[in-house]
């Protein structure tokens, strides 16, 4: 046990990640509580394995997903109706070291398209309770992709659009330009959700004491994402 900001943690530096006392019961909880706040079908913990090792992947019947081999299940906000569909991919790593069960990273990942196989990572919820994750805030908002990183067409507005532009003869023509790199990245910026600035010394996490508390950040994300996106 850790005490910080004046309140107990079960998260240390000396722990590989949360200890939790059953993975299948906190999947199922898990399950139930976020498959509620989107009126999922039969919401259930689906096992994979992937590079980082064993994760839950929140799934309903019948199951949606984002991958062709059927693996990464997907929730749906909103049902496609041209571009508009909106999917949440709810992630919970964990590792089993010292005969115990350790959570390593949870995320809530938001995709928009046309279906869950065409869709694209927009932004993201994010808690890692690891020591060397403290770096940034814990937790916090990722954006992955917004509405500008589409390609712009490069047309004059008074070029009829039917009438092909003339080429110059190939002497004549000129190497595209480069593309400049702009240095920086909101991607890479981790933007703090729960900071407890205005109460006490800075820091930028607040610590996720239980997984009581930690089923109601996932609630709370989950139904705060489906708000937001009911209002656009």
């Not at 589409?150 to 080429?167: D, E, F, R």
């Not at 000129?174 to 800075?202: D, I, S, Y």
Request: proline share 9%; net charge positive; with cysteine.
């Amino acid at each position: 046990m850790s005490r910080r900001g004046g309140r107990k943690t079960l998260a240390s530096s000396k722990l590989p990640g949360f200890p939790i006392k059953k993975i299948d019961t906190l999947g199922h909880l898990i399950a139930r509580t976020v498959g509620k706040q989107l009126e999922a079908q039969s919401p259930y913990a689906h096992k994979i394995t992937t590079s980082r090792g064993p994760s839950l992947r929140i799934a309903c019947k019948p199951l949606i997903t984002r991958d062709e081999d059927g693996r990464i299940p997907l929730l749906m906000i909103r049902e496609p109706k041209g571009q508009d569909g909106v999917f949440l991919e709810v992630a919970v790593d964990y590792a089993w070291e010292l005969g115990m069960y350790y959570l390593t990273h949870i995320s809530l990942k938001l995709y928009t398209g046309p279906a869950p196989n065409a869709s694209s990572l927009r932004f993201r919820a994010e808690w890692d309770p690891r020591e060397a994750a403290r770096l940034h805030a814990q937790p916090h908002w990722n954006i992955d992709r917004a509405d500008d990183d589409a390609p712009q067409l490069n047309q004059s507005s008074g070029q009829t659009p039917w009438v092909p532009a003339p080429k110059p003869a190939p002497w004549l023509e000129q190497a595209p330009p480069a593309v400049q790199e702009t240095g920086f990245n909101l991607k890479k910026f981790h933007f703090a959700m729960a900071a407890g600035w205005e109460r006490e010394e800075p820091h930028h996490s607040t610590p996720i004491a239980d997984e009581k508390s930690l089923v109601r950040w996932m609630v709370g994300c989950t139904g705060y994402i489906r708000d937001q996106v009911r209002g656009i």
